[in-house]
């Protein structure tokens, strides 16, 4: 539990902030639609007017009957005044349900836009951004409710000036009466202001220190719900732990909820005894001078409802203060979330200066963010268009890093990578991940169609069925693809209808094939992507992409040398260096690292 100078700041020292965070929110809900917000700033201004209005009208209808009452005839004035009336109260019900259709519509639309806005800002971090825990504690955050707060921060503004105009307008009812009867009528409203500022910064607090642990619940849910963890689930019995865990967090946030909940509730109670005692007053305040003949019997009725509708509208305008201040500070964390600085596209080039010339690694160490040991470590390398490299080495010794850095994922630390002659760090990031083809060990499958899970690879021949067989054909997998139901329109995966599931083997195929929608790659990275196929298979696949690959640089990760061994020189890696690099044949004659890893896997086929 953090301690409390960790609290965010009291309303009144917020102020500012508040104004800033509602200026952002209303801009935001008149992008999203400027006609229904101009619509709500109309209805609001007509819900601040009438209630005064009502009670105006109500005056002269009862005064009018007891009138009519002493004359003991019905005038023709009871019935101006009645129908008055109830067409006012009818324009109030129609301006409440206008107002509804209006926050609504702008809902629905806003939390779309607002996600979208979420989106967006995720897909422009680093991967290193995205890979980080707490980048998902902020995603949380931004996520959990901030959809709707924004549209909540206007309505709440919409509110404050609603009420502040019938406020205005009581007061202007009551001053006839007394002017110390309008300082009654804000007194009696200040008790729930007063809760509700003691309690919106432990609320957010708590929104706020928790989100570890709500993720943790969301992906518990994933794991016990999702096809791709049931069998390990089932077969290891992990569900009734799991559920444990699930219920134990629930326990601990109820906790904190509950606790929370009844302090909030009892300081309410009290208070808000004060303010019912404040109206109460001023009611038997009217009924004295009503019965000293001051008021007349119409006057006294508005006055009863103007100091108890007028109470509710200060509570209702200082609560909502309060509740544009809660909202002002869950909106930091959308706003906190959306202003994480992004890598400046420092680039523009779409070819290298030496077309050609291959890839070239100069010197170059990485580092993961908050980590002080080196992943990568003075790596020097030069691969030549039609070669082939393979990455041998145990989990963990940088491998995986290193073609991540290669295909522009991860921006260099030290050193320098260059493409044809040119800095990576000068390509335009679009134009030089274009030029690779990527298949990581966890690559997608995607419960899409067929087609589109290859289409993936190039999103500009995303629907093009000739471009999917083609890929589909230099990847292994169209074989299998036109057994299926529907060919390349099969769905796959559990997760929608009709959809077909396919092997660990069948899926790395897809994926191959993926990789070869990119035409103009000059470079096709293969990060253990048949791990699921058997030696021969991954033999027969690595050799296939030789043959394919006849002017692009190959880049193959794999534990298995018998594929290894056909590359035109293999890099030994441990702890982020390169300590072994030649062909098979001069690093079994160096009968070092390489050589003990080849006898030690050999020895298991013999």
């Known amino acids: 539990m953090a301690n409390t100078r960790d609290l965010p700041p009291g309303i009144l020292n917020q102020f500012g902030s508040l104004l800033t965070y509602g200026r952002r929110a209303l801009a935001l809900v008149w992008a999203t639609s400027p006609l229904l917000t101009i619509a709500l700033a109309l209805l609001t201004l007509l819900a601040g007017l009438l209630p005064a209005g009502i009670a105006w009208v109500g005056k002269f209808l009862v005064d009018s009957v007891v009138a009519a009452i002493q004359d003991d005839s019905l005038s023709r004035e009871v019935w101006i005044w009645l129908s008055l009336e109830a067409l006012l109260v009818a324009a109030m019900a129609a301006v409440q349900t206008g107002l509804n259709i209006c926050n609504n519509l702008l809902r629905a639309q806003l939390g779309q836009r607002v996600n979208v806005m ?33 549209l909540a921060l206007v309505q709440k503004t919409f509110g404050v000036i609603q009420n502040g105009i019938a406020i205005l307008s009581f007061s202007g009812l009551l001053l006839a009466f007394s002017p110390w009867a309008v300082l009654l009528l804000v007194v009696g409203g200040l008790p729930a202001f007063f809760v509700e500022a003691k309690f919106a910064g432990q609320a957010y607090r708590l929104f706020r ?69 404040a109206l109460y007053a001023a009611f038997a305040w009217v009924v004295l001078a009503t019965v000293s003949g001051q008021l007349s019997l119409g006057e006294m009725t508005m006055y009863i409802m ?146 589109h899970n290859i289409g993936a690879g190039d999103v500009r021949d995303f629907d093009n069925e000739s471009r999917w067989q083609e890929a589909a054909e ?39 094939a993926r990789a070869f929608m990119r035409q103009n790659a000059d470079i096709l990275i293969l990060d253990e992507p048949t791990a699921a196929m058997d030696a021969k298979a991954e033999a027969e696949v690595f050799e296939h992409f030789q043959a394919m690959a006849r002017n692009q640089i190959l880049i193959l990760i794999s534990h298995r040398f018998s594929t290894v061994r056909r590359a035109d020189r293999i890099a030994v890696m441990e702890a982020g260096r390169i300590i072994e690099l030649g062909s098979h044949e001069e690093l079994m004659d160096l009968d070092g690292r390489y050589a003990q890893l080849f006898e030690l896997q050999a020895r298991a086929y013999r």
């Open 209 to 277: 220190w928790r989100s570890p642990e709500t993720r943790e619940m969301m992906y518990l849910e994933s794991v016990l719900a999702r096809d791709d963890y049931t069998k390990e689930v089932k077969l290891f019995g992990l569900a009734p732990k799991l559920l444990e865990r699930y219920k134990s967090i629930f326990r601990k946030i109820f906790r904190e909820d509950r606790a929370l909940t009844i302090r909030r509730g009892w300081w309410a109670f009290g208070l808000g005894l004060l303010g019912t005692a």
């Open 474 to 512: 230099k990847g292994l997998a169209d074989a299998f693809v036109k057994e299926l139901p529907a060919g390349y329109r099969t769905q796959l995966g559990r997760w929608f209808k009709d959809g077909q599931e396919l092997s660990g083997g069948q899926w790395q195929k897809i994926a191959l």
């Open 118 to 150: 979420i989106l967006e800002k995720a897909q422009q971090l680093e991967l290193a951004q995205l890979e980080d825990a707490e980048f998902y504690d902020r995603l949380t955050r931004a996520r959990r409710e901030a959809s709707s707060r924004p």
């Open 306 to 451: 103007v100091f108890k509708q007028g109470q509710s509208a200060v509570s209702a305008s200082l609560t909502s203060i309060n509740g544009m201040y809660e909202d002002y500070l869950y909106l930091s964390s959308l706003y906190e979330f959306l202003e994480l600085p992004v890598r400046s596209q420092s680039g523009g080039v779409s070819a290298g200066e030496r077309p050609g010339s291959g890839l070239e690694i100069i010197d170059v160490s990485f580092r993961y963010p908050g980590s002080q040991n080196l992943a990568l470590d003075s790596i020097n390398l030069q691969l030549d268009p039609g070669t082939s490299l393979a990455l041998v080495g145990e989990n963990g010794s940088g491998k995986t890093t290193l073609t991540k850095l290669i295909a522009g994922l991860y921006e260099i630390e030290r050193g320098d990578i260059r493409l044809h002659g040119t800095s990576l760090k000068e390509w335009d990031s679009r134009a030089l991940q274009d030029r690779i083809g990527v298949i990581f060990q966890d690559f997608a499958r995607y419960q899409w169609l067929v087609g």
